[in-house]
């Protein structure tokens, strides 16, 4: 048997949707994809609970859960304060990647591009690359040792620079955005390539982020019942996310064709599909509810500045939806000019009498802080009991809320993160998990301009509360994904369990026999009949 390049070959499609990814795999349109299925073992993995839109490759590459890592947004509450902070100046996480633990035992890794990552900081036995490519850039583009950094600029352009989130109204306007991501994956792929010719790699992993980007931008087009979809542009420029996938597909091709007799896993972490959610209610929801009090009953000395946002904020609430929608682009436009480059949210409510208040979580599932005597600064709900029956009835009053569009209820479920999670940075994260029913598409209709669908909430103890999504995505994730691995000795065909992705650090660990005992997941038997000389 001729010796690999790698012996463990990682591939990572980022937030695709793994439905997609099978049906076109079987179709043809994605014919690599299709011979690994053929030839490999298929599984479905799921993300985090509560956690899978900011959490998902921090918990994948530390194998803990965010209650011990203490990762689950890009800004995030202080423990002890109500000032938000950004853990990429901390680092993110709070517990080594596996593959520094794979490094420590002397095995050669090469990771490149996984998101929400860091440089090592501590010498690898290897080579890593943050941010070359990346959908949410939040270090910088940075190398180790040094001079991979050099060498990659030197040698390899990636054509796509900022966030992907942007304005776009005409088939040109699209079909530019899709050269841009195929010539990304094309670039990906002759960097992969490059690093994995020099061989003698025991773990080698690369992520093509660019189908999150694609997903989240042109779902509409993709999705005939879209209220954004528009035929006219899909007919003319063909469906984005279908091109993007099939650019991917090529490239895994390519990899593939390089790698030999590796052990091979391509993994999709976590999903995407159209966008739901109501997040941009809930804190008008919470005040309905009595649960949230308004900034503009907070007591104590304030600025000429606070005084005039919080005055503007109450006025702003009280504009009837037909005057507030239309304004809604401008008071976003005066909004970013007035806030400083770097300026951090602050919490949106009376702290000294508010049993919560929302944080930040993504916007598929809301988060909430339970403002809690003797851990928050000016808390006032008594923890034990009482902190139980108000999570108990906010629960079942966010549970009777429903679309008056559709009649279906707004709200999936409701979860206390402690029912869910245990470690030691527990504190760190929204006490409440609000769930929206992704039944409800609460999508942009009019992308590029900004301007949604009005969604109208409405319970008995709310009446209706209405508001408008203009966050110009139209495509959100979900926490289901898949692997597929295939390698001498892996028997083909499909798992019949779900897999999590904590599953998969411990996975690694026990296939070069390295410690997993520090991991929450447990290794993935399936995986480690290989006849290839892994340990």
């Known amino acids: 048997m001729a010796t690999a390049p790698a012996t463990v070959l990682l591939l990572a499609i980022d937030a695709a949707n793994p439905q997609l990814l099978q049906q076109w795999a079987h179709d043809g349109t994605l014919p690599h994809i299709g011979s690994l299925m053929s030839r490999g073992l298929t599984g479905r993995t799921r993300s985090m609970p509560g956690f899978y839109v900011g959490s998902t490759w921090p918990s994948f590459y530390t194998g803990v859960t965010p209650a011990r890592h203490g990762f689950h947004y890009l800004t995030q509450l202080k423990r002890g304060t109500y000032d938000y902070y950004r853990p990429a100046d901390q680092g993110i996480v709070k517990c080594d990647p596996f593959w520094m633990n794979l490094s420590d035992a002397g095995r050669r890794v090469a990771i490149l591009d996984v998101p929400l990552s860091r440089v090592a900081d501590r010498p690898l ?18 190398a180790t040792p040094s001079h991979a950094a050099d060498e990659i600029r030197s040698r390899f352009v990636y054509p796509v620079s900022g966030p992907c989130d942007g304005e776009r109204k005409t088939a ?6 899709t050269d841009r991501l195929v010539s990304a994956v094309h670039a990906k792929t002759e960097l992969t390539r490059y690093f994995l010719a020099q061989g003698g790699w025991d773990f080698y992993m690369q992520v093509f982020t660019e189908s999150h980007c694609v997903g989240h931008q042109c779902w509409h087009l993709h999705d005939p019942n879209h209220p954004a979809h528009d035929p006219a542009v899909l007919a003319e420029i063909g469906d984005p996310l279908r091109t993007v996938y099939a650019a991917i597909d090529a490239a895994i091709g390519d990899v593939l064709a390089d790698a030999g007799d590796a052990f091979v896993l391509l993994l999709v972490a976590h999903g995407m599909s159209y966008w739901h959610g109501a997040n941009f209610l809930l804190q008008d929801i919470l005040l309905r509810l009595g649960a949230t009090q308004p900034t503009s009953s907070r007591s104590g000395p304030r600025n000429v500045r606070s005084i005039v946002t919080d005055s503007a904020r109450l006025l702003w609430r009280r504009l009837p939806p037909s005057i507030r929608n239309p304004l809604a682009p401008l008071r976003d436009s005066v909004a970013q000019a007035l806030a400083p480059d770097d300026a951090l949210p602050t919490v949106d409510a009376d702290l000294s009498c508010s049993f919560c208040f929302v944080v930040f979580n993504g916007l598929a599932v809301s988060g909430i802080r339970l403002n809690l005597v003797g851990r928050e600064p000016r808390g006032i709900l008594e923890p034990g009991p009482r902190a139980d029956a108000f999570c108990d009835q906010l629960g079942t009053e966010l549970l009777n809320i429903v679309d008056e569009r559709t009649g279906r209820p707004l709200v999936q479920r409701v979860m206390r993160t402690r029912d869910l999670y245990q470690g ?3 504190d760190d994260l929204p006490d409440l998990l609000v769930e929206w029913s992704d039944e409800v598409p609460t999508g942009s209709v009019i992308v590029g301009g900004g301007i949604g669908a009005a969604v109208r909430a409405s319970s008995a103890q709310i009446g209706s509360v209405e508001g408008v999504n203009q966050y110009g995505r139209t495509g959100e994730h979900r926490m289901g994904g898949l692997f597929i691995a295939a390698a001498p000795g892996i028997q083909s065909g499909r798992l019949s369990r ?17 410690d997993a005992t520090r991991f929450d997941g447990q290794a993935i038997a399936e995986l480690l009949h290989t006849a290839l000389p892994i340990g």
């Open 125 to 142: 036995n290897g080579v890593q690359i943050v941010e070359w490519g990346s959908h949410d850039a939040v270090f910088g583009f940075n």
């Open 172 to 177: 040109a306007d699209y079909r530019a955005f």
């Open 424 to 426: 030691s940075c527990l």
């Open 498 to 514: 779900d897999v999590s992705i904590l599953d998969f650090a411990p996975t690694f660990a026990t296939m070069f026999g390295v």
